[in-house]
């Protein structure tokens, strides 16, 4: 049996998981995005994340279930995914020349135990033109990215400076969660590459 489901569609967290050989299986369901107001940043990541996973378990209690969610957070907003070009736009003039925060909620459920865990990371953007703002905009990539940019992609250009781990800004604490899945017993795949010398 595959280790373990990933209750995410994002294709950053697939990438993540696949380049350090973990095998899993994807599967999603649609859940609501409608959180209590107030929540600190921490607390809404985790429940997103929990939501997400509750969701995938429910159908699948024999299994283990992964999910995750990030948001960006600029003192007392939060940045989800931009719903069009003019929202991406505020955003980014939002967190231009600023520093801001990127947090990633995990929650994984099996029958026996369930973990939930989240990670910060400090990001401090370059102050940006209109014009580098709307050149970004042209490339598409901020669409489906929580506080429209990807650090991994075109949005390098962007960032100035990070603190904290780079793999959660992408979408994935990997380590932490690596670290988390080993409580599973779940490990990445040995490739036997053979590379060492005899």
Not at 1 to 21: D, G, H, W, Y
Not at 40 to 63: S, T
Not at 100 to 106: A, D, K, L, N, R
Not at 145 to 157: F, H, T, V
Request: net charge negative; charged share 25%.
């Amino acid at each position: 049996m595959i280790p373990f489901i990933l209750a995410s569609s994002s294709p950053r967290r697939q990438e993540l998981l696949k380049q350090v050989n973990y095998s899993f299986e994807i599967i999603t369901k649609d859940t609501s995005e409608q959180v209590q107001e107030n929540l600190l940043p921490e607390k809404l990541v985790l429940q997103l994340a929990n939501r997400k996973a509750e969701a995938v378990f429910d159908d699948h209690p024999d299994r283990i279930v992964l999910g995750a969610d990030t948001i960006v957070a600029k003192a007392d907003n939060i940045l989800g995914k931009p719903e069009s070009k003019e929202e991406a736009f505020q955003m980014l003039k939002l967190l231009s020349g600023c520093r801001h925060s990127v947090y990633t909620g995990v929650s994984i459920l099996s029958r026996d135990q369930t973990q939930h865990f989240y990670q910060q990371t400090d990001v401090e953007m370059y102050e940006l033109t209109d014009d580098e703002i709307m050149r970004y905009l042209n490339s598409g990539e901020p669409i489906g990215k929580a506080g429209s940019y990807a650090i991994q992609g075109l949005g390098a250009y962007l960032v100035k400076e990070i603190k904290g781990d780079y793999n959660n800004v992408v979408g994935l604490p990997l380590a932490k969660v690596m670290r988390a899945l080993a409580a599973y017993s779940i490990f990445p795949e040995d490739k036997k590459l053979n590379s060492w010398k005899e």
